[in-house]
């Protein structure tokens, strides 16, 4: 059985650092692309950032330069790192891995930026 689970969520005041980490089980993340999507209220589900197997990152627009995603493959996890966090970031953050037709999702974790 797959399982991506997402932790490190919370409550941060603008400005400041949250790393996420998304931990696989049942596939193997270097395998696969693998990313973070948010949802912020009231919004769908949007790409924050990927990384392809061959190690190729794309950023959204919003988040270039502040985020950075990251995987270790011994440990089959894959990170978020988000810098400079601002109140437009609040969001679920959810953790994706896509392989041809196979695709799992995590159950998010949430982000909340406010003072």
């Known amino acids: 059985q797959v399982q991506l689970v997402e932790s490190g969520g919370g409550l941060v005041q603008p400005g400041g650092s949250l790393r996420l980490s998304c931990a696989a089980s049942?596939?193997?993340?270097?395998?696969?692309?693998v990313g973070w999507y948010h949802q912020p209220p009231g919004k769908g589900r949007e790409l924050v950032t990927a990384?392809?197997?061959?190690?190729?990152?794309t950023y959204g627009d919003s988040v270039k330069g502040r985020f950075t995603i990251s995987r270790d493959t011994d440990k089959n996890t894959m990170y978020l790192q988000m810098n400079s966090l601002k109140p437009d970031d609040t969001a679920v953050y959810y953790c994706?891995?896509?392989?041809?037709?196979?695709?799992?999702w995590g159950q998010g974790t949430q982000v909340t930026v406010s003072s």
């Open positions: 994706h891995a896509v392989l041809g037709i196979k695709e799992y």
């Open positions: 990384i392809t197997s061959g190690g190729t990152t």
């Open positions: 049942g596939i193997i993340f270097r395998l696969y692309a």
